[in-house]
């Protein structure tokens, strides 16, 4: 899928980027929205969910979101950031040991709400990681591609990620 036509899913699953009451972190978090992939969870701790990207760069790409809208790292409690980061290092473990991709890169994104920051289209101002296996090498494989949907949105075929989601449940390496 083109990052044109996954933007406008997006938009048709009625996540909006700029609105903290349309926030699509914040749907994913929750429970019982039509609009959550119950399906395509992971993980859950008190402060933050793991899911199955469905807007992935590749596939098994994960997103660890805080269930509360927080927008800056430095307005969560240290506890709070201790437990996504351990969501993050427990991701990285089961995505080595289910997919042995050549590398795994995580990123921590959110960004200002504020009309006047002005995010980039497939930015949310709601603080989540992104766990992503890399299975390839060469350009497709650098961090400027990888995070970028410029060679577009992986696809998963009809039930394939429901299915990679329970094997991940299942191969999940807990640090506790």
């Known amino acids: 899928m083109s990052k ?7 938009a048709a699953r009625g ?3 700029g609105s903290r009451n349309a926030c699509a972190m914040c749907k994913l978090a929750k429970h019982g929205d ?3 992939d119950e399906a395509l969870r992971v993980r859950e701790e008190d402060h933050a969910i793991v ?3 469905r807007y992935a760069s590749t596939r098994g790409d994960l997103l660890v979101i805080l269930r509360e809208h927080v927008e800056r790292i430095t307005d969560l409690p240290l506890a709070t950031h201790l437990e ?5 290092f427990e991701a990285h473990a089961t995505l080595e040991e289910l997919f042995a991709p050549r590398r795994i890169y995580s990123a ?6 504020e009309p006047e920051a002005n995010p980039p289209a497939m930015s949310f101002p709601h603080l989540h990681v992104h766990v992503i296996p890399v299975h390839d090498d060469g ?3 650098r961090p400027a591609a990888v995070f ?3 060679a577009g949105v992986w696809l998963y075929d009809e039930g394939e990620a429901e299915q990679l989601a329970r094997e991940l449940r299942a191969a999940w390496r807990s640090s506790r």
Do not use: K
């Open 84 to 88: 996504v980061q351990r969501l993050v």
């Open 34 to 36: 039509d609009t959550n």
């Open 4 to 10: 044109e036509e996954a933007l406008a899913d997006m």
């Open 51 to 53: 899911v199955l990207d």
């Open 15 to 17: 996540f909006d980027r």
């Open 139 to 141: 350009e497709s494989a």
């Open 108 to 113: 921590t994104l959110g960004s200002s709400s």
């Open 148 to 150: 970028s949907w410029t």
